[in-house]
Nanobody, 124 residues
Framework: QVQLVESGGGLVQTGGSLRLSCATS????????MGWFRQAPGKEREFVAV????????NYANSVKGRFTISTDNAKNTVYLQMNSLKPEDTAVYYC?????????????????WGQGTQVIVSS
């Protein structure tokens, strides 16, 4: 059973940085697409970034492009989201997601596995 566990969230000031981690277990070898999504209070869960395990394919939401970087560490079975130049509108619960297929999709419906989320709060 695939499990995803996020960590690294917290409170940061505008302009600050955080690095989120997503540790995977229980069948990581079968996963191809890893994504980060976020959900702010009262809003739909939205796409942030996606990567394949080799790290050769990435895609970002326009709202985070140039500020966030998604990466993988195959030895640690971990996916990261480095977030720089944070803004108050980045405040949300951030979720790691995974799927066995190489879809690299921005649609949350395409992901089979989800973590429990980690809270990010950016103060102004």
């Amino acid at each position: 059973q695939v499990q995803l566990v996020e960590s690294g969230g917290g409170l940061v000031q505008t302009g600050g940085s955080l690095r989120l981690s997503c540790a995977t277990s229980g069948g990581t070898f079968s996963l191809n697409t890893m994504g980060w999504f976020r959900q702010a209070p009262g809003k739909e869960r939205e796409f942030v970034a996606v990567i394949n395990w080799r790290g050769t394919n990435t895609n970002y939401a326009n709202s985070v492009k140039g500020r966030f970087t998604i990466s993988t560490d195959n030895a640690k079975n971990t996916v990261y989201l480095q977030m720089n130049s944070l803004k108050p509108e980045d405040t949300a619960v951030y979720y790691c997601a995974a799927d066995r297929y190489s879809t690299y999709s921005s649609r949350k419906e395409m992901y089979s596995y989800w973590g429990q989320g980690t809270q990010v709060i950016v103060s102004s």
